[in-house]
């Protein structure tokens, strides 16, 4: 069992910065991969980026050049530091990996970037 914790939103002007943390509970943390995706509102849940065990990341392209995905494994946080932020970045950012072939996704944290 895994639970995902999400922390670090809120609200900032464009071209401010925000950092979010997603907190996992269970053993095994440095082995699986983790990654962030987010939903606004009336659109469907999109990827932002993610990161393996062994620190690859990849982005999607609305991010890249802006956004970095890292993780702690002595802390079993995964972070997203988002700087340059835009209007269209509002959103519900989510935490997420798997386990065993079972998906596991944290509660949420709002994003609002005002123009």
């Known amino acids: 069992q895994v639970q995902l914790v999400e922390s670090g939103g809120g609200l900032v002007q464009a071209g401010g910065s925000l950092r979010l943390s997603c907190a996992a509970s269970g053993s095994g943390f440095s082995a699986y991969g983790m990654a962030w995706y987010r939903q606004a509102p009336g659109k469907q849940r999109e990827f932002v980026a993610v990161?393996?065990?062994?620190?690859?990341?990849n982005y999607a392209d609305s991010g890249k050049g802006r956004f970095t995905i890292s993780r702690d494994n002595a802390k079993n946080t995964l972070y997203l530091q988002m700087n340059s932020l835009k209007p269209e970045d509002t959103a519900v950012y989510y935490c997420?990996?798997?386990?065993?072939?079972?998906?596991?996704w944290g509660q949420g944290t709002q994003v609002t970037v005002s123009s």
């Open positions: 990161i393996t065990g062994g620190g690859v990341t």
């Open positions: 997420y990996t798997t386990r065993g072939g079972r998906a596991y």
